[in-house]
């Protein structure tokens, strides 16, 4: 119920704030998608969409942070023995 | 997929399990609240492969399992009611209610479309201006600001053939419902990512010290949900009563505010029956005063069913605050199956009951 997925803003359609919508790409894959709550979008950013509309923008910076430790991880297990 | 396939990554995975294993000095009770959660857990064997050292359960994720009996009766009524369309999530279908569920209904000429948002219901409103079209409005916090919008819309494109039943739940009133049971055996918390992109996590932090429990929020991929996990065993490793945020980069401790704006704007809190559960304070939302015109109950309170029947056999609440695994239900996979189902656990996309029966005599797999 709660899944979610994360696309990329492509292209705005209206940017009219309850009736606010954009093109979002989804491995290739285009849908128009309500942008009520992410008005703040820019094309290229990345959002999460649940139920035809996007809940939430992801942060670029905190995905890089969170990959650096998971391959930090990897190269620590490697160490180990 | 960019922000998905980099947290399926097999290895990660490995060490991320070789760690918890290392950290826990005793088998600790985590509870998921998320379906979507519950799934992952058991699709990728994450819940067999550390089941040595954790102990997860599922806790009450699942939406369309808690709604109460009463909603599926009157969406049936609905549905069987001439000129009209109930649009609901695909999942509501095969949920039993009183005596039928919405695919019964259907089989007997009820009108029912699937759709995937509400706002596909609103376009179905205006495709058929002569036939009421009402949308059975449940989810949680993560769904609420699709169907507050599509309320929105429609007050202000003067719809009047549109409605919902509003069915909305809130999750932290369910956490702390489970932390009052007496047997209660919850020792730390995945908090629900995609509920607290929405709400933040501000709420958690009184409600971790009030009940002493750590919470720490998770997303749904493999990596994610080993994190979340991980660091839930750290914080119980030290005795640290706190909330974290592993899941940083969708959800801020503010949640979204225009999301929080649009719930308000058409909802107020409101106790909820749950099903399986009772009535919990402050449980779910109600329609505003102003939206009456949309709320179904008052539009066609005519066909208003009476309270609906608990269920008889089903130990869905037990399941849902973590006292059985739903194997332990005498009727999973005997007299319950998804064909034939004795409670909505078992059919509905997000129930734990069907994440076992899917994927459980799968042998242990590790994500690749
Ligand atoms: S197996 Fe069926 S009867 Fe048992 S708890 Fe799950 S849904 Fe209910």
Known sequence: MCLGVPGRVVRWINRESNFAKAEVEFSGVRREIHMACVTDANLGDYVIVHAGIAICLVDEVEAEQTLAELKSLGENSDETP | MKHLDEYRDAAASQSLITDIRARATRPWVLMDVCGGQTHNLVRYGIERELADCVELIHGPGCPVCVTATELIDFAVALALR??????????????PGSSQSLMQARERGGRIQIV???????????????AEIVFLAVGFETTAPATALAVIQATKLSLNNFSIVPAHVRVLPAMETIMRMPDNRVEGFLAAGHVCCITGFEAYQPFASRFRVPIVITGFEPIDLLRGILKTVELLETGQAIVKNQYSRTVQRQGNLAAQSIIDQVYEVDDRDWRGFGTISGGGYRLRAEYSLMNARQKFADVLP???????????????????????????????????????????????????????PLPIKVPS
């Not at chain 2, 649009?87 to 949920?95: E, K, T």
């Not at chain 2, 995937?116 to 002569?130: E, F």
């Not at chain 2, 006292?323 to 909505?344: H, R, V």
Request: glycine share 8%; charged share 20%; aromatic share 8%.
């Open chain 2, 82 to 95: 001439p000129n009209t369309i109930v649009a609901s999530f695909g999942d509501m279908l095969r949920v």
């Open chain 2, 306 to 360: 009476p309270k609906g029947r608990g269920d008889v056999d089903c130990r869905g609440a037990d399941v849902m605050s973590g006292k059985i695994k739903p194997k332990q239900c005498p009727a999973f996979a005997t007299t319950c199956t998804p064909q034939s189902p004795l409670g909505a656990p078992m059919v509905s996309s997000e129930g734990a009951c069907a994440a076992y029966y899917r994927f459980e």
């Open chain 2, 116 to 130: 995937y948002s509400p706002l596909d219901a609103l376009a179905l409103a205006r495709q058929h201006p002569n």
